[in-house]
């Protein structure tokens, strides 16, 4: 990987990394409707300019109902569920959950025909990846039970994000990644538009919140997907889905350093066996040996 590549990898990897920080400071004093709206509505203020510049558009139209569903399953469902979640968990433990993307994209990538998914290296990776996951619900709620629901969210989060993908990859080939989560992000902001409204703060809220809500907008969404986007294009798409690991260290490291989290038994224990899961479910093989 050339160092420029290294760079913007690097950059993603900070990117998606601060959003839970973010959504720990702002959950406290606004809603999850208006968090989610300024979050999209940002965003798509930023990826529409980028995509009409690169004339992105062209071969949109006869696929909006794939990005529609690919907007209630990457944004709408997840950024809600993650966002309510993080009342509850601590954002590392939110982010740890989040790194299973790649589990989940596997066992659906198998669903939908992909039969490198069943090679045995994978089928470990996501057994170790399960057990990880396991042992931090486990823990998590054993320590606190009302923690149950909101562990659920996350991984429901995580999965809804891995199938998206894995629907947006097969049925939209032709429309540049940055075109389809500006339209997306554009979709999901008019839907949650009445419920920001209905949910608007009564009394000003602090300048934390607000610099947090500006910031999952301006830098977790919009110029992190449009950083993906090129990353994508230098590194390819085996290297750049990589950049969840670092997103994790980030995310955990930050809850540490700046909100007092704990590191607790579940991250400890968890944390290496999620990531080891994913890196090995995501791994394609070169061979064609495939477990019986």
């Not at 209630?72 to 590392?92: C, F, H, K, Y």
């Not at 009445?194 to 934390?208: H, K």
């Not at 947090?212 to 969404?221: D, F, K, R």
């Not at 968890?270 to 791994?283: E, N, T």
Request: charged share 10%; aromatic share 10%; proline share 5%.
């Amino acid at each position: 990987m050339s160092r420029r590549g290294w760079l913007l990898f690097s950059l993603v990897g900070v990117l998606w990394g601060v959003p839970y920080l973010f959504m720990k400071v702002a959950v406290e004093e606004l809603s999850i409707a208006v968090i989610v709206f300024g979050r999209l509505a940002i965003g798509a203020a930023l990826l529409i300019p980028i995509s009409i510049h690169q004339g992105a558009f062209r071969n949109i139209r006869p696929h909006m109902k794939y990005i529609l569903f690919y907007a209630i399953l990457e944004m709408v469902i997840p950024w809600t569920l993650i966002t309510n979640a993080q009342r509850d968990l601590s954002s590392g433990v939110v982010a740890l959950l989040v790194a299973t993307v790649p589990i989940w994209a596997t066992l659906f990538a198998h669903h939908t025909g992909d039969s490198t998914a069943a090679h045995r290296i994978r089928i470990v990776g996501i057994a170790i990846g399960l057990v990880g996951i396991v042992l931090i619900v486990g823990i998590e709620s054993v320590s606190d039970f009302s923690n149950a629901w909101a562990l659920l969210q996350v991984l429901i989060a995580a999965a809804a994000y891995a199938w998206a993908t894995n629907m947006i990859s097969r049925k939209v080939t032709d429309v540049p990644g940055v075109a389809i989560n500006g339209i997306a992000m554009t979709i999901a902001a008019f839907l949650f538009a009445p419920f920001a409204l209905i949910n608007a703060p009564d009394i000003a809220p602090s300048l934390n919140a607000i610099m947090a809500t500006v910031g999952l907008g301006v830098l977790s969404s919009g110029i992190a997907f449009w950083v993906f986007f090129i990353v994508l294009d230098e590194i390819g798409p085996a290297r750049a889905s990589l950049v969840v690991y670092p997103n994790t260290a980030v995310a955990v490291l930050l809850g540490v350093v700046l909100l007092n989290e704990p590191i607790t038994l579940a991250i400890l224990i968890g944390l290496p066996l999620v990531l080891i899961g994913s890196f090995f479910a995501s791994r394609k093989p070169k061979s064609a040996t495939f477990a019986s």
